[in-house]
């Protein structure tokens, strides 16, 4: 599917920044990619994310009687924070590449915790700011397999 709806989403609080990366479960990051410029308070990265929110997107295969298996496509998504005055990689695995799996508040800030033992701190100067922008539809496409529906529209 070509002709897919691009998303952006306006971060100017802490809602819209959950809404964000909310989109983002599951999106595969590359951290030698990231930047942050320490000076102006900027963070920008580079996510791939799976595609589901417009119909049609998903397509179904059903296999071997009761498995199925869903392909979607892969979309690259930038993400830029601003107003930023402090952020801290945890990195236990030494990697380059993580699939983000939630955003967590505590009481300085804001940690983005990924699967592979890696997480983001963020601590903004006031509120959140920024936004999540899908660039492009990539070649590539994902896949789920499946013990039955998934997803009832399909």
Not at 19 to 25: G, P, Q
Not at 33 to 52: C, H, I, L, M, P
Not at 79 to 89: E, F, S
Not at 106 to 133: A, T, W
Request: include cysteine; charge should be negative.
């Amino acid at each position: 599917m070509k002709d897919l709806k691009m998303i952006t989403i306006e971060i100017n609080d802490e809602s819209a920044l959950y809404k964000a990366f909310d989109i983002l479960h599951d999106a595969r990051f590359c951290l030698p990619k990231a930047v942050y410029n320490q000076n102006d308070g900027t963070w920008s990265a580079v996510f791939e994310r799976e595609y589901f929110e417009q119909e049609g997107a998903v397509r179904q295969d059903k296999k071997f009687l009761f498995f199925r298996r869903y392909t979607f496509p892969l979309v690259e998504c930038t993400v830029v924070l601003r107003n930023l005055c402090d952020l801290q990689v945890k990195d236990k695995s030494n990697i380059e590449n993580y699939m983000f799996n939630e955003i967590q508040k505590h009481k300085d800030g804001y940690s983005l915790v990924f699967c592979e033992g890696m997480e983001i701190d963020l601590k903004f100067n006031n509120e959140p700011f920024g936004r999540l922008q899908d660039m492009r539809v990539l070649e590539k496409e994902g896949s789920i397999w499946s013990w039955g529906r998934m997803f009832k529209d399909l």
